[in-house]
């Protein structure tokens, strides 16, 4: 997922023509498989609601949308 957003953002700040749609899909694929692990683990839910907490309490880099 981040090695993919990683690319595009390079690709457009080097004004380069890159195919990353092998890389998208690949991510997209991961980003489903792990929402399924999350639905299916409340242990797993809880332990990312924790730490998505602690990252609002602090904040995170700017460059992270």
Partial sequence: IVAYHM?????????LTIDLEELRRMAE?????????V???ADLKRMIEQIERR???FGGPSYIA
């Fill in 39 to 41: 639905e299916e683990s």
């Fill in 7 to 15: 690319a595009l953002k390079l690709s457009e700040m080097m004004n």
């Fill in 29 to 37: 694929e991961l980003r489903m498989k792990l929402d399924r692990m």
């Fill in 55 to 57: 990252y609002g309490e």
